[in-house]
């Protein structure tokens, strides 16, 4: 069974870059047929799909968010990873990685870690 | 962009009770549709896939259905432990998938 840990600067200031990891353990993240997403969750608000990773590389991208999104593989060290640029207050939230074996199916999350935009 | 609006937004009901949420696509989305249920301070966890199928190891208490733009997500007697949120999502527009504002459940 595959779990996932995130990890990553709580504190952001304005204008900088978010910077988050996920590690995979109980699987390979190279594993065929597997996506790697990021979701995020404002405080007392609902989920938003921020873009995933497949296992080949491919990138997609909520195009809300993409201008600012990059999300990359560490094969040697089984984890992905989320930067998301020129930050704001709006972008403070709850940020959770999830597996996809399923297409389009989250089935496996991340605890989640919460970030605050603040200077 | 494919919008999901489920309803009620909260809903309140007795250990039990029947309880129904559904969600409404702003377009066709076939069956492409999950249901997740969240826990206040813990991630989501999925219940439903494919609209209508339960996930290992998920009561048979819940269920789903439907297709196309309307869907019904029915847990058949509530449990204490069913109070969360449940949301909705879609994942026929690959690769964008979103989610429907949530249905805060309550025991009354």
């Known amino acids: 069974q595959l779990q996932l840990q995130e990890s990553g600067s709580g504190l952001v200031k304005p204008s900088q870059t978010l910077s988050l990891t996920c590690a995979v353990s109980?699987?390979?993240?190279?594993?065929?047929?597997?996506?790697w997403s990021w979701i995020r969750q404002p405080p007392g608000k609902g989920l938003e799909w921020i873009g995933y990773i497949y296992h080949s590389g491919s990138t997609y991208y909520n195009p809300s968010l993409k201008s600012r999104v990059t999300i990359s593989v560490d094969r040697s060290k089984n984890q992905f990873s989320l930067k998301l640029s020129s930050v704001t207050a709006a972008d403070t939230a709850v940020y959770y990685c999830a597996s996809q074996q399923l297409v389009g199916t989250f089935d496996y999350w991340g605890q989640g870690t919460l970030v605050t935009v603040s200077s | 962009d494919i919008q999901m609006t489920q309803s009620p937004s909260s809903l309140s009901a007795s250990v039990g009770d029947r309880v129904t949420i559904t969600c409404q696509a702003s377009?066709?989305?076939?069956?492409?549709l999950n249901w997740y249920q969240q826990k206040p301070g813990k991630a989501p966890k999925l219940l439903i896939y494919?609209?209508?199928n339960l996930e290992t190891g998920v009561p048979s208490r819940f269920s789903g259905s439907g297709s196309g733009t309307d869907f019904t997500f029915t847990i058949s007697s509530l449990q204490p432990e069913d109070i969360a949120t449940y949301y909705c999502?879609?994942?026929?527009?690959?690769?964008?998938?979103?989610f429907g504002q949530g249905t805060k459940l309550e025991i009354k």
């Open positions: 494919d609209a209508s």
């Open positions: 109980g699987g390979s993240i190279s594993s065929g047929g597997y996506s």
């Open positions: 377009q066709d989305i076939s069956n492409y």
């Open positions: 999502q879609q994942y026929d527009n690959l690769p964008q998938y979103t």
